[in-house]
Every structure is written in C-alpha cells, then in structure tokens.
C-alpha cells in the first residue's frame, strides 16, 4: 500500500485539530474548559447593545455585528480588531479571548459626531 494518501489524511486531520494564535501560539483543538460564546451586538444611535460582552479566558468569541442605522465601526484596540458595518447590513467575525482584563471597544467612524460617544467594554474574566 502506498504510504501516501495516509501521510496527507494525518496531516490533514492533524491540521483540523490545530490551530494558530494571533499571538503564533498552537492551539490543540479547543482550550480545556473554553466555549464558543456567540454574541448580536446592535450599534444605532449612538450605543452598542449590548455596551458590555462577558467571556472567559480561552473562549472563542463570535460576534455578529449589526447597524440599524447609519455606518458603524466595532473596534477593540487591544485585540487589533477592527470591523465595519454599513447601514442596514451585518458583519460576522470571530476571535480567541486570549489575554484576561476588561478591554474598551468603540465606533472609531468620524463621519458623524456621535459615533465618537459609543463605547462599550469586552470582559475577559481569568482561568483559575
């Protein structure tokens, strides 16, 4: 038998099972104890709803970003995450809550003045 076709299923299978951190740490499947948190996160004049999203240390944080009115942005400067939704549109992303803390996001758009007013906060709470 041709070792081949073996050789790419376990590499392929192993690629599955691993992945890489923004940081270009590997990550064997999912983290011990770590969920997938999905979160609609509604920004209109001029708020985010919910302003305050609340993870563990580990989670893979889903977030599908809505706008209701006009442009907005969902930025969060500590995870170099930066998206754009257009009015009436929605946006999806994902990413690993790495590093624990409480980290601001914002709408960073400066075509209106009130964008400049939303704020919000990522709460990553530590693993024991």
Same mark, same amino acid.
């Given at each position: 038998?041709?070792?081949?076709?073996?050789?790419?299923?376990?590499?392929?299978?192993?690629?599955?099972?691993?992945?890489?951190?923004?940081?270009?740490?590997?990550?064997?499947?999912?983290?011990?104890?770590?969920?997938?948190? +999905?979160?609609?996160? #509604? $920004?209109?004049?001029? *708020?985010? /709803?919910? !302003?305050?999203?609340?993870?563990?240390?580990? %989670? @893979?944080?889903?977030?599908?970003?809505?706008?209701?009115?006009?442009?907005?942005?969902?930025?969060?400067?500590?995870?170099?995450?930066?998206?754009?939704?257009? +009015?009436?549109?929605? #946006? $999806?992303?994902?990413? *690993?809550? /790495?590093? !624990?803390?409480?980290?601001?996001?914002?709408? %960073? @758009?400066?075509?209106?003045?009130?964008?400049?007013?939303?704020?919000?906060?990522?709460?990553?709470?530590?693993?024991?």
């Amino acid at each position: 038998m041709n070792p081949r076709p073996r050789l790419v299923l376990l590499l392929a299978l192993w690629a599955s099972a691993t992945s890489v951190s923004p940081q270009g740490h590997a990550i064997a499947g999912q983290q011990q104890g770590s969920s997938t948190r +999905p979160f609609t996160v #509604v $920004a209109s004049r001029y *708020r985010f /709803e919910p !302003a305050r999203i609340e993870v563990n240390e580990g %989670d @893979l944080v889903t977030i599908e970003l809505k706008s209701v009115d006009i442009a907005h942005s969902l930025t969060i400067e500590a995870y170099r995450i930066a998206k754009r939704v257009g +009015p009436g549109q929605t #946006v $999806a992303f994902e990413f *690993r809550a /790495e590093r !624990a803390g409480t980290f601001p996001f914002v709408c %960073d @758009l400066k075509a209106d003045e009130g964008c400049l007013k939303m704020r919000g906060a990522l709460v990553v709470r530590a693993r024991p």
